[in-house]
């Protein structure tokens, strides 16, 4: 049985900008998965980049709530190339019935859809998805994108999207937890371009211990919000943590 905690905090430097939270996150169950995890990030050139996070995670659990997985390998990674020009679509279409470009809603795209045969990665963009193997291993599940510049990645509305998305289909039963965040806690959940086993474990081990949801709920995202996080990371920071340990 899964277990799940998720939290999303605004960052020091949105605080300061008197900006609000542009990230965006969605947890749910469908027809043939038992664990759909999203995690979209608004690009902060963006002017509605809080509204564009906010519906490509919506639509996606949309789209997403009646799909049935096919037992064929091939066939699920045909399937995620194939949900993400809908979903480019969609908010084009959003973005032309408010009178906008699809830019102005610019956000990246991280997803986890964990089925009976396979498990489906989906990255568009920077964060990361990372899972924990039975031999306690870390490693990442799709592969971010990063430009030559600082901060500089591929978002959905993107025209090189669909070219630069990163897709994984894996054997469910390889993983036993997975991770997905934003690149606002990249700098403190990875190490020399790894996994920190140091951040991740206890993090792990929060999730299956005994409590009150609610108040682990609330604890997460105190611990993205402190005084020590913060001193090392300015972005929006969202975290997404299943397992079934």
């Given at each position: 049985?899964?277990?799940t905690?998720?939290?999303?905090?605004?960052?020091?430097?949105?605080?300061?900008?008197?900006?609000?939270?542009?990230?965006?996150?969605?947890?749910?169950?469908?027809?043939?998965?038992?664990?759909?995890?999203i995690?979209?990030d608004?690009?902060?050139?963006?002017?509605?980049?809080?509204?564009?996070?906010?519906?490509?995670?919506?639509?996606?659990?949309?789209?997403?709530?009646?799909?049935?997985?096919?037992?064929?390998?091939?066939?699920?990674?045909?399937?995620?190339?194939?949900?993400?020009?809908?979903?480019?679509?969609?908010?084009?279409?959003?973005?032309?019935?408010?009178?906008?470009?699809?830019?102005?809603?610019?956000?990246?795209?991280l997803?986890?859809?964990?089925?009976?045969?396979?498990?489906?990665?989906?990255?568009?963009?920077?964060?990361a998805?990372?899972?924990?193997?039975?031999?306690?291993?870390?490693?990442?599940?799709?592969?971010?994108?990063?430009?030559?510049?600082?901060?500089?990645?591929?978002?959905?509305?993107?025209?090189?999207?669909?070219?630069?998305?990163?897709?994984?289909?894996?054997?469910?039963?390889?993983?036993?937890?997975?991770?997905?965040?934003?690149?606002?806690?990249?700098?403190?959940?990875?190490?020399?371009?790894?996994?920190?086993?140091?951040?991740?474990?206890?993090?792990?081990?929060?999730?299956?211990?005994?409590?009150?949801?609610?108040?682990?709920?609330?604890?997460?995202?105190?611990?993205?919000?402190?005084?020590?996080?913060?001193?090392?990371?300015?972005?929006?920071?969202?975290?997404?943590?299943?397992?079934?340990?």
């Open positions: 049985m899964w277990r905690l998720a939290a999303s905090v605004r960052g020091s430097y949105h605080t300061k900008q008197a900006k609000g939270n542009e990230d965006a996150l969605g947890l749910a169950s469908t027809l043939s998965a038992d664990l759909l995890l995690v979209s608004g690009a902060g050139s963006a002017p509605f980049a809080s509204e564009g996070s906010q519906f490509l995670t919506r639509k996606a659990l949309d789209l997403l709530a009646h799909y049935e997985m096919p037992s064929a390998r091939f066939a699920l990674e045909c399937d995620a190339y194939a949900l993400l020009f809908k979903l480019k679509q969609a908010l084009t279409q959003f973005a032309e019935e408010q009178n906008r470009v699809s830019g102005d809603f610019a956000a990246t795209f997803a986890v859809m964990v089925g009976e045969l396979y498990t489906l990665a989906i990255q568009v963009g920077d964060g998805i990372i899972a924990l193997d039975h031999a306690n291993e870390l490693t990442f599940l799709t592969q971010a994108f990063h430009g030559d510049y600082t901060s500089e990645t591929v978002f959905l509305s993107s025209d090189s999207a669909l070219v630069q998305a990163s897709v994984g289909v894996y054997p469910s039963d390889r993983y036993k937890a997975f991770a997905l965040l934003s690149d606002g806690l990249e700098p403190v959940a990875l190490q020399g371009g790894k996994p920190f086993k140091d951040f991740f474990m206890p993090l792990f081990a929060f999730v299956q211990s005994e409590g009150s949801v609610s108040q682990k709920l609330s604890n997460l995202a105190t611990f993205l919000d402190g005084e020590q996080m913060n001193a090392r990371t300015h972005d929006d920071k969202t975290l997404i943590l299943a397992c079934n340990l």
